[in-house]
């Protein structure tokens, strides 16, 4: 079992940024892809970033592409999304997720271990 607990989010105006952490427990974490997605309300949850084991390899959604950078550190278990230029369609809970498979495939499968979230808003 992973255990991943999310913190960083909070409310923020446009153009500003906010940096979300995601702390591991349990098993090793550098064994598993980390992955950030998020849920708007009245949406569907969405694939926001990927990134690999070794943090060599990442992948983005198109809407955050430029904006938000996604990375982790092995020494501490833990995973970050550092966003920036902030824009209200951005307003959704955003949940850490790790995955025993490819990287490649964390926007399309279901992940292995999912945090509780973090609500992040912003204002226009």
């Known amino acids: 079992q992973v255990q991943l607990v999310e913190s960083g989010g909070g409310l923020v105006q446009a153009g500003g940024s906010l940096r979300l952490s995601c702390a591991a427990s349990?098993?090793?974490?550098?064994?598993?892809?980390m992955g950030w997605f998020r849920q708007a309300p009245g949406k569907e949850r969405e694939f926001v970033a990927a990134i690999s084991r070794t943090g060599g390899t990442t992948y983005y959604a198109d809407s955050v592409k430029g904006r938000f950078t996604i990375s982790r550190d092995n020494a501490k278990n833990t995973g970050y999304l550092q966003m920036n230029s902030l824009r209200p369609e951005d307003t959704a809970v955003y949940y850490c997720?790790?995955?025993?498979?490819?990287?490649?495939?964390?926007?399309?499968?279901?992940?292995?271990?999912w945090g509780q979230g973090t609500q992040v808003s912003v204002s226009s």
């Open positions: 997720a790790a995955d025993s498979g490819f990287v490649g495939y964390m926007a399309t499968r279901e992940p292995d271990y």
């Open positions: 349990g098993r090793t974490f550098s064994n598993y892809c």
